[in-house]
């Protein structure tokens, strides 16, 4: 089984506009897709980072003297590349989201597909998973959860059976998730909103939007001026945050302008968004939702 098929793999890389002698992140290894396509283009003199939290990433990682592994949560992208005597790079590429690895591997609890153990952890070491998440959030905070992270049109209905289920046993299996939301949603909605539902819960999990946010503020400290950063996101609360964040250099999207209108922002968007082509789509269905923004640090 392929561990996950790289989107926009070299539409990635290109935007990078790999410099031979430049130092580069790879913020989210992976299968090591855009990882490895760096390296084919620096120079003896390049260095690459890559980052990854989960331990079956780390089977990926190049077997490179300019690659070097940060086996951790990008979240801590300046203190690691601090650690390692960077101050400053070239460029940094981040494909949030989840690989086809951990929807496909069962025993993960990604994927409503399988019926497993409530887990989606993408670093195992760490205490919380959806078990907890599921059996011991309270109403409210799950309700939340389910419209905010899942945009859900089921959240309160949903949250309130799980209520009711784990009061008489503890919801232990995606399966037993899946015969909750089955049970309140209309068949022909069951799909879809499985998949709110498990996103939502996922990124609680992994606290993914927090994530991403501490990474977009540290993005300006580690990049050289002119340096670029390559983000493909899969949903539209990731996306929205990023593109809030390269137009206006905050998360609310306000505006702050100089007397001349000049918008004060540390990066500048640069092009428009790339998504896959109809091809792409077709040999990975998962590229469907892909939106990859570029931006340039003043």
């Given at each position: 089984m392929t561990y996950?098929?790289?989107?926009?793999?070299?539409?990635?890389?290109?935007?990078?506009?790999?410099v031979p002698a430049g130092i580069y992140v790879d913020a989210t290894l992976g299968a090591g897709g855009h990882s490895k396509e760096?390296?084919?283009?620096?120079?003896?003199?390049?260095?690459?980072?890559?980052?990854?939290?989960?331990?079956?990433?780390?089977?990926?990682?190049?077997?490179?003297?300019?690659?070097e592994l940060c086996f951790g949560n990008f979240r801590f992208l300046k203190q690691f590349l601090l650690a390692k005597g960077v101050s400053a790079v070239d460029?940094?590429?981040?494909?949030?989201?989840?690989?086809?690895?951990?929807?496909?591997?069962?025993?993960?609890g990604?994927?409503?597909?399988?019926?497993?153990p409530l887990d989606m952890r993408m670093n195992v070491s760490q205490e919380k998973s959806a078990f907890e998440v599921v059996n011991e959030?309270?109403?409210?905070?799950?309700i939340r959860i389910f419209k905010r992270y899942g945009e859900s049109s089921f959240a309160k209905p949903i949250?309130?059976?799980?209520?009711?289920?784990?009061?008489?046993?503890p919801i232990k299996s995606t399966g037993d998730l899946v015969s909750?939301?089955?049970?309140?949603?209309?068949?022909?909605?069951?799909?879809?909103?499985?998949a709110h539902i498990f996103q939502a819960i996922r990124i609680e999990v992994n606290e993914e939007l927090t994530v991403l946010q501490e990474f977009l503020d540290q993005v300006p400290q580690v990049l050289k001026p002119g340096g670029l950063l390559v983000v493909l996101s899969y949903h539209s609360l990731e996306d929205r945050m990023v593109k809030?964040?390269?137009?206006?250099?905050?998360?609310?999207?306000?505006?702050?302008?100089?007397?001349?209108?000049?918008?004060?922002?540390?990066?500048?968007?640069?092009g428009k968004v790339v998504t896959p082509s109809a091809e792409e789509i077709e040999l990975n269905p998962r590229a469907r939702s892909a939106k990859m923004r570029i931006a340039v640090k003043r």
């Open positions: 996950h098929t790289t989107v926009l793999l070299h539409e990635g890389v290109d935007a990078l506009e790999v760096i390296l084919n283009r620096l120079g003896p003199d390049g260095r690459l980072f890559g980052f990854d939290q989960d331990a079956d990433a780390v089977n990926n990682a190049p077997s490179d003297d300019r690659f460029g940094i590429i981040a494909d949030l989201g989840v690989s086809g690895h951990h929807f496909d591997e069962a025993t993960r990604f994927s409503f597909r399988f019926d497993a959030y309270e109403v409210d905070a799950l949250a309130r059976k799980i209520e009711q289920a784990r009061m008489e046993n909750i939301v089955e049970a309140i949603v209309p068949e022909r909605k069951s799909k879809g909103e499985l809030h964040y390269v137009r206006s250099g905050n998360f609310d999207d306000v505006l702050d302008k100089d007397v001349f209108g000049n918008i004060n922002r540390p990066l500048d968007p640069k």
